[in-house]
C-alpha cells in the first residue's frame, strides 16, 4: 500500500534495508527511498571526504584482516591452521635450512668444548619455558610454578659456571611435560623424542613439535571461538566494515560501481522490452526492484572475471564464489554434451537406462582443472567425444544393433569439440538456462528451503545444480544480512538522486 508523506517515519526509512537483507523480490516504495531518519548505532553513516593517514590505512587494513579471517572461521567448518613445509627448491626454503643449520651446527660446537659453552643452550631452554606456560590455562599453578622451578635460567647458569648442568635430565623434564600437554595426535612425535639421544638433535625436534603443539592449540581456539563467532557475525561483520567505511571513506566505491552497472543493465532491459525509450532512463529508474538489481548483481558473480577486483563487501567470500563459477562452468560443459548427444543418437540410446549418467562419469574425469591456465578446453572435449563415441557403439553391439558410420561419429565428436566456440547455440542456451535457474533460486524467500524447478536440458546434472545453488545462495542471504544496510544507501542515491536526503542511517535489518 502507497504511504502518504504524513506516514513517513523512521520504520519506513528501514524498509529498503529490511528488504535489501530479504530474497524475495518484493517492491519497495518510493517512500522508504526518500525518507528523512535519524541514524541508529548499527547503521552505516556516510563520512565527508578526508585525507587518509598511512595509520589509518593501517587500521583499516587491520580491521579487513579481522573481517575475514572471522568470516572464514564462521562459514568455513573445515577451516584450520596447518604446517606447512617450504619447498626444498625454493629460495625460502634453502636459505632457511643453511640458517637452522648453521645455528645448530654452532651449538653442537659449543656443547663439545671442554669445558661446554651452555649460553645459548640455556637461551633456548628460556624459550622453552615460555612456551610451555603459554600452553597453560588459568589457574594451573602447580605446573607453572613447576615449570618455572625447574627451568630456572638463573639457577641453569649458576650450573653452568660449575659444570654441573643436567642438560639430559632438563630436555627430558621438558617432553614429559610436552607429552602432559599435548593433543593425543602428538604423542607417536613425543615418544620418537624420547628415543632421540643426541642432544642437539633432541632440541632441534623439540622445537619442531612445540610449533606442532602451537598450532593444535591455535585450532582448538578457533574450534571453540566458531559457535560464538556463527552466532554474532552479521553485526560484528557489519561493525567492522563500518570501522573500514571510516578509516577509508572510498571503501565502498567498487561496490557502488556494481549496483551501478547492475541499474544499467536493467534500464537497458526495460528499454528493450519497451515499445517508445522515450524517457526510460529517468521515469523507468522510479519503477525498478532494488531487489532484482541487487540479485542481477549477484548473478553477474557467477561470470565475473576474477582477474578484476570483486565489490568489497563481497571480498570474504570471493574464493568461494569463485570456485562456484568454476563448478558452474564444468556443469555446462556437462549439459551441452549431454544434449548434443541426445539430439544426434538419441533414438539410438533412448532404451538405456542412466545413460545420460554415463556419459557425466565419461565427461567429468576429463574437465578437472577445467579452471587452470594450462587447461586445454578443445583437446579434453575431443576426449570426451571419442569416450562417448565409444560409449554409444558399445551400448548399440550390446543390443545387437548397428554401430554409428565414420560419419556419425565425426559429425557427433566435432559437434561436441564447437563447445568451445564463442557465441556457440547450444553453449549459449544451457548457459541462460543455468542463469534462470539460479535467478529463481535468488527469487525464493530466504527461509524458503524447497529448489525450483530445473530448466530442462539440466537434468542430468540437477543434483549438482541443487548443490551449487544452495551453496550460493547461502552467501547472498549472508551477505545481504550484513550489508543492506550499505547496500540501501547505495540504492537510494543512484535510483533517487534528486531526492532531498537527510541522515543517511537506515535501520539494520532484523533477520
Same mark, same amino acid.
Given at each position: 500500500?502507497?504511504?502518504?508523506?504524513? &506516514?513517513?517515519?523512521? %520504520? /519506513? +526509512? @528501514?524498509?529498503?534495508?529490511? !528488504?535489501? $537483507? #530479504? *530474497?524475495?523480490?518484493?517492491?519497495?516504495?518510493? &517512500?522508504?527511498?526518500? %525518507? /528523512? +531518519? @535519524?541514524?541508529?548505532?548499527? !547503521?552505516? $553513516? #556516510? *563520512?565527508?571526504?578526508?585525507?587518509?593517514?598511512?595509520?589509518?590505512?593501517?587500521?583499516?587494513?587491520?580491521?579487513?584482516?579481522?573481517?575475514?579471517?572471522?568470516?572464514?572461521?564462521?562459514?568455513?567448518?573445515?577451516?584450520?591452521?596447518?604446517?606447512?613445509?617450504?619447498?626444498?627448491?625454493?629460495?625460502?626454503?634453502?636459505?632457511?635450512?643453511?640458517?637452522?643449520?648453521?645455528?645448530?651446527?654452532?651449538?653442537?660446537?659449543?656443547?663439545?668444548?671442554?669445558?661446554?659453552?651452555?649460553?645459548?643452550?640455556?637461551?633456548?631452554?628460556?624459550?622453552?619455558?615460555?612456551?610451555?606456560?603459554?600452553?597453560?590455562?588459568?589457574?594451573?599453578?602447580?605446573?607453572?610454578?613447576?615449570?618455572?622451578?625447574?627451568?630456572?635460567?638463573?639457577?641453569?647458569?649458576?650450573?653452568?659456571?660449575?659444570?654441573?648442568?643436567?642438560?639430559?635430565?632438563?630436555?627430558?623434564?621438558?617432553?614429559?611435560?610436552?607429552?602432559?600437554?599435548?593433543?593425543?595426535?602428538?604423542?607417536?612425535?613425543?615418544?620418537?623424542?624420547?628415543?632421540?639421544?643426541?642432544?642437539?638433535?633432541?632440541?632441534?625436534?623439540?622445537?619442531?613439535?612445540?610449533?606442532?603443539?602451537?598450532?593444535?592449540?591455535?585450532?582448538?581456539?578457533?574450534?571453540?571461538?566458531?559457535?560464538?563467532?556463527?552466532?554474532?557475525?552479521?553485526?560484528?561483520?557489519?561493525?567492522?566494515?563500518?570501522?573500514?567505511?571510516?578509516?577509508?571513506?572510498?571503501?565502498?566505491?567498487?561496490?557502488?560501481?556494481?549496483?551501478?552497472?547492475?541499474?544499467?543493465?536493467?534500464?537497458?532491459?526495460?528499454?528493450?522490452?519497451?515499445?517508445?525509450?522515450?524517457?526510460?532512463?529517468?521515469?523507468?529508474?522510479?519503477?525498478?526492484?532494488?531487489?532484482?538489481?541487487?540479485?542481477?548483481?549477484?548473478?553477474?558473480?557467477?561470470?565475473?572475471?576474477?582477474?578484476?577486483?570483486?565489490?568489497?563487501?563481497?571480498?570474504?567470500?570471493?574464493?568461494?564464489?569463485?570456485?562456484?563459477?568454476?563448478?558452474?562452468?564444468?556443469?555446462?560443459?556437462?549439459?551441452?554434451?549431454?544434449?548434443?548427444?541426445?539430439?544426434?543418437?538419441?533414438?539410438?540410446?533412448?532404451?538405456?537406462?542412466?545413460?545420460?549418467?554415463?556419459?557425466?562419469?565419461?565427461?567429468?574425469?576429463?574437465?578437472?582443472?577445467?579452471?587452470?591456465?594450462?587447461?586445454?578446453?578443445?583437446?579434453?572435449?575431443?576426449?570426451?567425444?571419442?569416450?562417448?563415441?565409444?560409449?554409444?557403439?558399445?551400448?548399440?553391439?550390446?543390443?545387437?544393433?548397428?554401430?554409428?558410420?565414420?560419419?556419425?561419429?565425426?559429425?557427433?565428436?566435432?559437434?561436441?569439440?564447437?563447445?568451445?566456440?564463442?557465441?556457440?547455440?547450444?553453449?549459449?542456451?544451457?548457459?541462460?538456462?543455468?542463469?534462470?535457474?539460479?535467478?529463481?533460486?535468488?527469487?525464493?524467500?530466504?527461509?524458503?528451503?524447497?529448489?525450483?524447478?530445473?530448466?530442462?536440458?539440466?537434468?542430468?546434472?540437477?543434483?549438482?545444480?541443487?548443490?551449487?545453488?544452495?551453496?550460493?545462495?547461502?552467501?547472498?542471504?549472508?551477505?545481504?544480512?550484513?550489508?543492506?544496510?550499505?547496500?540501501?544507501?547505495?540504492?537510494?542515491?543512484?535510483?533517487?538522486?534528486?531526492?532531498?536526503?537527510?541522515?543517511?542511517?537506515?535501520?539494520?535489518?532484523?533477520?
Amino acid at each position: 500500500m502507497p504511504l502518504s508523506d504524513d &506516514q513517513n517515519s523512521d %520504520s /519506513d +526509512s @528501514s524498509r529498503l534495508s529490511e !528488504s535489501t $537483507a #530479504s *530474497s524475495s523480490d518484493s517492491e519497495y516504495s518510493r &517512500q522508504s527511498f526518500t %525518507s /528523512d +531518519s @535519524s541514524s541508529k548505532p548499527s !547503521s552505516p $553513516a #556516510s *563520512s565527508p571526504p578526508k585525507m587518509v593517514t598511512f595509520d589509518e590505512l593501517m587500521a583499516a587494513a587491520r580491521n579487513l584482516t579481522d573481517l575475514t579471517l572471522a568470516h572464514e572461521i564462521a562459514v568455513n567448518a573445515n577451516f584450520c591452521i596447518k604446517h606447512e613445509d617450504l619447498p626444498q627448491n625454493s629460495l625460502v626454503g634453502t636459505v632457511k635450512r643453511i640458517v637452522h643449520k648453521a645455528f645448530w651446527d654452532h651449538l653442537e660446537s659449543e656443547l663439545n668444548e671442554d669445558p661446554p659453552e651452555y649460553e645459548h643452550a640455556i637461551k633456548l631452554f628460556e624459550e622453552i619455558k615460555e612456551i610451555l606456560l603459554s600452553f597453560l590455562t588459568p589457574g594451573a599453578n602447580r605446573i607453572q610454578n613447576q615449570i618455572c622451578e625447574v627451568l630456572d635460567t638463573d639457577l641453569i647458569r649458576q650450573q653452568a659456571e660449575h659444570n654441573a648442568v643436567d642438560i639430559h635430565g632438563l630436555a627430558n623434564y621438558i617432553i614429559n611435560t610436552m607429552g602432559k600437554l599435548c593433543a593425543p595426535i602428538r604423542d607417536n612425535d613425543i615418544k620418537q623424542l624420547k628415543a632421540t639421544d643426541n642432544i642437539v638433535e633432541l632440541l632441534r625436534q623439540i622445537f619442531h613439535v612445540l610449533d606442532l603443539m602451537k598450532m593444535d592449540m591455535a585450532n582448538y581456539t578457533i574450534q571453540c571461538l566458531r559457535p560464538y563467532l556463527q552466532r554474532n557475525l552479521v553485526d560484528y561483520e557489519r561493525t567492522k566494515f563500518q570501522e573500514i567505511l571510516e578509516e577509508t571513506p572510498s571503501a565502498l566505491d567498487l561496490t557502488t560501481e556494481w549496483i551501478k552497472e547492475s541499474i544499467e543493465d536493467e534500464l537497458s532491459s526495460i528499454s528493450d522490452e519497451s515499445s517508445s525509450s522515450s524517457g526510460a532512463d529517468h521515469s523507468s529508474k522510479s519503477n525498478i526492484s532494488p531487489t532484482l538489481v541487487l540479485n542481477n548483481g549477484y548473478l553477474k558473480l557467477l561470470q565475473w572475471d576474477y582477474h578484476k577486483t570483486i565489490p568489497e563487501t563481497l571480498i570474504t567470500d570471493e574464493v568461494r564464489l569463485q570456485e562456484l563459477r568454476e563448478k558452474l562452468n564444468q556443469l555446462k560443459i556437462i549439459a551441452c554434451v549431454c544434449l548434443i548427444t541426445n539430439n544426434m543418437v538419441g533414438a539410438a540410446i533412448v532404451d538405456v537406462p542412466d545413460f545420460a549418467d554415463q556419459l557425466k562419469r565419461v565427461s567429468v574425469p576429463l574437465l578437472e582443472g577445467m579452471s587452470k591456465k594450462t587447461f586445454d578446453l578443445k583437446e579434453a572435449l575431443n576426449a570426451i567425444g571419442v569416450q562417448i563415441c565409444s560409449k554409444v557403439n558399445g551400448s548399440l553391439s550390446e543390443r545387437g544393433l548397428p554401430t554409428l558410420n565414420a560419419e556419425m561419429q565425426n559429425n557427433l565428436m566435432g559437434q561436441i569439440a564447437s563447445i568451445v566456440e564463442e557465441n556457440n547455440p547450444v553453449c549459449s542456451l544451457i548457459d541462460k538456462r543455468i542463469q534462470l535457474f539460479m535467478k529463481s533460486l535468488l527469487a525464493l524467500p530466504s527461509f524458503q528451503k524447497c529448489m525450483p524447478a530445473v530448466p530442462g536440458g539440466l537434468s542430468v546434472i540437477q543434483t549438482e545444480m541443487e548443490f551449487v545453488g544452495s551453496q550460493y545462495a547461502s552467501i547472498v542471504n549472508f551477505n545481504k544480512q550484513v550489508y543492506g544496510p550499505f547496500y540501501a544507501n547505495i540504492l537510494r542515491k543512484l535510483l533517487f538522486p534528486e531526492a532531498p536526503i537527510g541522515k543517511t542511517g537506515t535501520e539494520a535489518p532484523t533477520n
